[in-house]
């Protein structure tokens, strides 16, 4: 695959992100097509570019010796297993759910931390007290990853830079539109939108940025087998 093709991956896959969202207000009475409901054709959608990503980052991981690049394998590791379980949770709502998931596990001590961010004022969705730390830390991890990985080229970085970001404004958007007197208000379908299209072309930029790489590592391996 030429580096010129992947823009046009990126375009088609905006474009159904577009179509998706288009469709959820074309036909809003269809629980099919909407947007704010679960196991319906966005969710399928989004959970298996997620899954897709994961996997991309499988064939980097056996590209890299190959290619004889030692230093990368730690953060498409990384990078395999955040999204696997991204596409995994999308699919089967697990964060909806882990509040009870985690009470079940620790008993009293995931009661005591939900009240500290509550008494500290916090009324949103109780998902993200359990995420926002794991998001934080792939930030972190990302960043510092990115400034060693002198291989990846600039449209690379900022295929990842743009995805990236826009995944994190997701749990912005996700917080405002889930709290006590926002919720279900006037706001509440604009909010849902802006937020389940920011999680869509996210995902798609960071679908791009693995399969660009992914392109990068098999161009490489055909330039050495015709200079052998």
């Not at 990503?53 to 991981?61: A, F, K, R, V, Y």
């Not at 004889?68 to 709502?93: A, H």
């Amino acid at each position: 695959m030429k580096k010129k093709h992947i823009k046009y991956i990126l375009l088609t896959l905006v474009v159904i992100d577009l179509l998706l969202l288009a469709l959820s207000f074309l036909f809003p009475t269809m629980s099919f097509f909407n947007i704010d409901m679960e196991s319906n054709l966005p969710t399928i959608y989004q959970g298996l570019k997620l899954i897709l990503i994961g996997s991309s980052s499988l064939l980097i991981l056996l590209l890299l010796p190959i290619a004889s690049i030692k230093l990368e394998r730690f953060f498409w590791l990384f990078w395999f297993f955040m999204f696997f379980f991204l596409g995994v949770d999308e699919l089967t709502q697990l964060h909806e759910n882990i509040q009870t998931y985690v009470r079940e596990l620790t008993g009293q001590g995931s009661i005591i931390y939900e009240e500290v961010f509550t008494d500290l004022g916090y009324s949103s969705t109780p998902w993200l007290l359990y995420y926002m730390f794991f998001f934080i830390l792939s930030t972190f991890f990302i960043v510092f990853a990115v400034r060693k990985l002198e291989d990846l080229d600039k449209s690379s970085k900022l295929f990842l830079a743009i995805g990236w970001v826009l995944f994190l404004s997701v749990l912005l958007v996700e917080y405002i539109n889930t709290k006590e007197g926002i919720m279900f208000g006037p706001s509440y379908l604009i909010l849902v939108s802006i937020e389940e299209l920011l999680e869509m072309v996210g995902a798609s930029f960071l679908f791009v940025f693995t399969v660009s790489r992914v392109t990068d590592l098999l161009n490489s391996l055909k330039s050495k087998l015709l200079d052998s």
